[in-house]
């Protein structure tokens, strides 16, 4: 692996003979010639006197000399060749007639500059930087030029490496094409004297810049495995984790540890306020985390990922280091905070049941603003009338103007969507494909019409057409652009990514930045072109280097996580930051409840800016105003959750979840149907509860099918409580599961199913749910339906009794008493009735159950742990 090497003495001011040092060095370094020639045959004999005189008088002379790699030469073997090597020294490759050099191209005065380093009154670097002879020809770093141009571009890194303002930071260099180790030397200062301080991490953050630089194309294939093996690591670990804390439910996890470390966190993380990342937390639960992180790593799995890891990062290293680091703990490897987020998600989720609210807002934004960039204004397109009198055309017209702002409403013109859809179809009528296009919107949307989405694909196929009448006319890359958004979109026409991509492209070639940001998103996810991480950094790069905040905002994402690069927390934040303010400048030119949600969040989450919840709250109320759904549901959400909310705005909040609801969101359907259902905030209303749960459903929302699963068994409907809980538990709903099993092996008001019902209460027990683990060890222990199995009863009770489950310890408790545990059992059992019967008699033959006040107890506790008995899971009594 090719090498470089940095040294980087420096020298005090304040004497004579420092001035003179520094005098003699900087003409040394611009000047000195070899002279000495030796012949092979007398090369490896000792050095001569007069070699060894001129050695001493050049450290004599020059003691900055002992830092040169001819002199460590001299030291180990000093021969005669050595010896003219360390003498000639420098042959400086002389831009004129000297070989000093600077970042700029003008003539440099070496006695001037050679008196101004001498008296310099602040500290002076002497930096000395080699390369391979066989580096530097591969690579180009053979000649002056080339290392003039490399050090200009590094200079502000050296500088911010040396703590000197870079407008204070003077340096000038020249290069030496000497034998085995060409080289360049460099002094730099500070103008001003008094700024400076280079330490062992400036110097290897200097090391460091410098190889990237020089070998960039040679890493750049190390940088995409180490990219991969990265990757693969986040994923082995979080499969890990997954799989552990399955086994974790099911009591079958073998590693006492981390199932303790795991559950403390999970616990406490359900008492910790504000955002549940890493970087979030107090000292001590990260220091739960990391321990976390440190445990997952002894898997044979993630150690081996971790190591190829490894070994490409060290492969890095070795470019200007000889010593290597030891190896950090896999917990303190900054690159992989990915790994302890995914620790906290997951812990989380073990602690949560359900809420008053489905956690979408937790993703990075909502979908409605992730997919979503701001329409860029037309660039001027010329058109020929072809088509009569209203030929094609794209411009962004006066009247087409005034009716976006009916649209959308400003600080001075109130929404007025009737207005705007009048003057949009004045505009469509003329042929402004602008205008058919926001016509489809608005009628997809149901904006100031009725929302009918063939009528919407009608303006859309037209705007479509007109877009591509242009297009052929004269082409132009803002038309092109929208070309491909129908196409992306399937607005208009069939979906299609591929078509997308080809006119994206076409735009993006051009350096437009929203075609160049369409088609990275495109890149990233390979839709209609291969997933290419790397090559949609390469485009959203080019886009946010034009200002445009919705790349930088990816950008972001993509430095915080190292998809496609390496991970950089600085530069992710510079990008965040970036996008922050670009969105501010969008939303000061316009209101745009899309751009006012996502500031909001940003605020809210502490992202691109400082954290400030009061600032947040007022960006996403003015969302809100403008009908935003996304914002009505978060700030519902803080509101309902607000203690102290006065009645007004809890008012508020439930209008805001209403119309959140009203506008399609499952998650907002559902809290508002479990509202209504609990009562509280507003009137209990059954009604209105089964309409809120039934329209979440029709989407596929889970809780929702099993809510309505659970109403329609309390009014003694089980058919029609079996489809909602079926419907549920296909999709992996554990407590939908559970009530099937229990309903299909009753056979109250169903086809009794026994084998269905095994099932279902299998499926449920495997996915850590502690009833079903229990109902399943009362029915191997009494043998009904199934053959009498101890060994099966045993398992299924010890998994249910690692949970909590009082009843199951019990039966644990008493395996070994005589008579014998089925005997006992038996009369238990017919006591107790059928399997599944509520409120069962105590036995008679002196076996109690826990007490009501225990009962009350652990339902308290399990309250407080997040459940909440009527939603989702059985109530402790109804199990006994």
């Known amino acids: 692996m090719p090498r470089i090497i940095f040294k980087c003495p420096y020298i005090k001011p304040g004497t004579a003979k420092a001035a003179a040092h520094l005098n003699n060095y900087v003409r040394y370094v611009a000047t000195r010639d070899g002279v000495e020639k030796l012949t092979p045959d007398k090369a490896a004999l000792p050095a001569t006197k007069k070699q060894r005189a001129m050695v001493e008088r050049l450290l004599r002379d020059f003691p900055m000399c002992r830092g040169m790699f001819e002199y460590e030469d001299y030291q180990s ?35 001037k500059i050679a008196e101004e380093v001498a008296n310099h009154p602040g500290n002076v670097w002497l930096p000395i930087i080699s390369l391979r002879r066989e580096d530097a020809t591969r690579l180009g770093y053979d000649n002056a030029r080339q290392w003039q141009a490399l050090l200009s571009t590094c200079a502000p890194q050296i500088a911010d490496a040396m703590k000197i303002p870079w407008e204070q930071f003077r340096w000038y260099a020249s290069y030496h094409d000497e034998g085995t180790h060409p080289h360049v030397h460099m002094v730099c200062y500070s103008a001003d004297g008094r700024s400076g301080f280079l330490d062992k991490d400036g110097i290897a953050k200097i090391k460091s810049g410098l190889a990237k630089d020089i070998f960039r194309q040679e890493l750049m294939e190390v940088y995409r495995q180490q990219t991969q093996h990265r990757d693969e690591l986040v994923q082995q670990s979080g499969e890990v984790l997954k799989e552990l804390i399955r086994q974790m439910l099911s009591g079958t996890l073998e590693n006492p540890r981390i199932e303790q470390l795991v559950g403390e966190l999970a616990q406490r993380l359900k008492s910790t306020s504000g955002r549940k990342q890493y970087g979030y937390l107090k000292a001590p639960l990260k220091a739960v985390v990391d321990e976390i992180v440190d445990e997952l790593a002894k898997d044979s799995r993630v150690a081996s990922a971790y190591d190829l890891w490894y070994q490409l990062r060290d492969e890095v290293l070795r470019t200007y280091r000889d010593d290597l680091p030891e190896r950090l703990p896999l917990s303190r490897q900054t690159e992989f905070r990915r790994i302890k987020n995914l620790v906290v998600e997951e812990a989380v989720r073990l602690g949560e049941h359900t809420e008053v609210f489905t956690p979408a807002d937790t993703q990075e934004l909502s979908q409605a603003g992730e997919n979503a960039d701001p329409e860029p204004e037309a660039e001027p397109v010329d058109t020929l009338e072809v088509f009569g009198e209203a030929p094609p055309a794209v411009v962004w017209s006066a009247r087409y103007k005034q009716a976006r702002t009916f649209l959308y409403g400003d600080d001075d013109t109130p929404q007025d969507h009737k207005a705007a859809y009048k003057l949009f179809m004045e505009e469509a009528v003329s042929g402004n494909a602008l205008a058919m296009h926001d016509l489809g919107r608005m009628f997809m949307d149901g904006i100031g019409v009725d929302a009918d989405a063939d009528q919407a694909q009608i303006w859309y196929a037209k705007a479509l057409s007109a877009f591509q009448t242009v297009e052929r006319q004269r082409p132009n890359r803002y038309v092109e652009y929208r070309i491909g958004k129908m196409y992306a979109g399937g607005l208009g026409t069939e979906q299609n990514d591929a078509a997308a991509a080809k006119w994206f492209s076409q735009a993006a070639e051009q350096g437009y930045q929203y075609a160049q940001y369409s088609l990275a998103g495109l890149y990233s996810r390979g839709k209609g072109v291969p997933q290419d991480d790397a090559k949609a950094l390469e485009l959203y790069t080019l886009a946010a ?7 930088a905002w990816e950008l972001g994402k993509r430095y915080r996580d190292g998809t496609g690069c390496i991970s950089d927390e600085r530069q992710a934040d510079r990008y965040f930051s970036m996008a922050y303010h670009g969105f501010r400048m969008l939303a000061d030119q316009r209101p745009d409840d899309r751009l006012q949600y996502r500031i909001g969040w940003m605020l809210l989450h502490g992202v691109g800016t400082e954290k400030d919840e009061s600032a947040a709250l007022g960006w996403l109320e003015k969302s809100a105003e403008l009908k935003n759904p996304h914002a009505e549901y978060l700030l519902a959400k803080h509101i309902l959750a607000d203690s102290a909310a006065t009645p007004e705005r809890i008012n508020q909040a439930i209008g805001w979840l209403t119309h959140a609801a009203e506008s399609g969101l499952d998650y907002a359907q559902y809290a508002l149907g479990k509202l209504y259902r609990d009562g509280g905030p507003v009137r209990q209303d059954m009604t209105q509860a089964v309409i809120w749960f039934s329209q979440a459903a029709e989407q596929g929302n889970q809780y929702a ?3 309505l699963g659970k109403l329609r068994l309390e009014a003694d409907d089980p058919a029609a409580a079996l489809r909602w809980f079926r419907q549920s538990a296909d999709l992996g709903n554990q407590f939908a599961q559970y009530q099937m099993g229990k309903l299909l092996l009753s056979g109250d008001g169903v086809a009794k199913d026994t084998a269905g019902a095994f099932r279902w209460l299998t499926e449920s027990a495997e996915q850590g749910n502690q009833y079903a683990q229990y109902a399943l060890g009362k029915l191997y222990l009494l043998g009904k339906d199934v053959p009498q199995d101890r060994e099966s009863a045993v398992r299924w009770f010890t998994l249910a009794a690692e949970q909590g489950n009082e009843y199951a310890q019990f039966f644990l408790d008493h395996m070994d008493d005589s008579p014998s545990l089925f005997d006992s059992a038996t009369r238990l059992l017919h006591h107790m009735g ?24 652990i339902r308290e506790k399990k309250i407080a742990m997040g459940h909440k008995p009527d939603d989702h899971e059985e109530p402790v009594q109804q199990l006994r």
């Not at 073997?77 to 050099?101: K, N, V, Y």
């Not at 280097?545 to 790349?551: L, T």
């Open 77 to 111: 073997s000093p021969t005669r060749a050595a010896a003219s090597e360390f003498i000639t020294r420098a042959r400086a490759e002389r831009l004129g007639a000297h070989g000093l050099f600077n970042g700029t191209n003008d003539a440099l005065e070496l006695s």
């Open 545 to 551: 280097a034009q200002g445009f905040p919705y790349a």
């Open 705 to 707: 099918m099993y809510a």
């Open 834 to 857: 059928r399997v599944f019967q509520e409120q069962a008699p105590p036995p008679s033959d002196g076996i109690s159950f826990v007490d009501s006040k225990l009962r009350r107890k």
